[in-house]
């Protein structure tokens, strides 16, 4: 069982806006810090954005600052990412991790992973 779902993913055009969740399937994430990353054909996975679990502390990719915004809604456990003026270099497919307390940059320090969910932005 994969133990975070991600949805919300599709295809549009450039300068638009998509909404993706990430929620846990089968557990709680409390405590967990929780991070989205994304994967492009023949990339390495990048980190794009994460929130820390204590603090709230949100940390951006520079590709993405000012254009996406993380937020979590603590009651349902659940992860949001809300990416506006879409570009064509973020298609991708973005997966949500989770990792204990702190945020990290890097996708080997997370412990969880969603399916992945694709974005394509034609342009």
Do not use: H
């Amino acid at each position: 069982q994969v133990p975070l779902v991600e949805s919300g993913g599709g295809l549009v055009q450039a300068g638009a806006s998509l909404r993706l969740s990430c929620a846990p399937s089968g557990r709680t994430f409390s405590g967990y810090a929780m991070g989205w990353f994304r994967q492009a054909p023949g990339k390495e996975r990048e980190f794009v954005v994460a929130i820390s679990w204590s603090d709230g502390n949100t940390y951006y990719a520079d590709s993405v600052k000012g254009r996406f915004t993380i937020s979590r809604d603590y009651a349902k456990n659940t992860v949001y990412l809300q990416m506006n003026s879409l570009k064509p270099e973020d298609t991708a497919v973005y997966y949500c991790a989770a990792k204990l307390f702190s945020a990290s940059y890097y996708y080997t320090e997370y412990d969880y992973w969603g399916q992945g969910t694709q974005v394509t932005v034609s342009s």
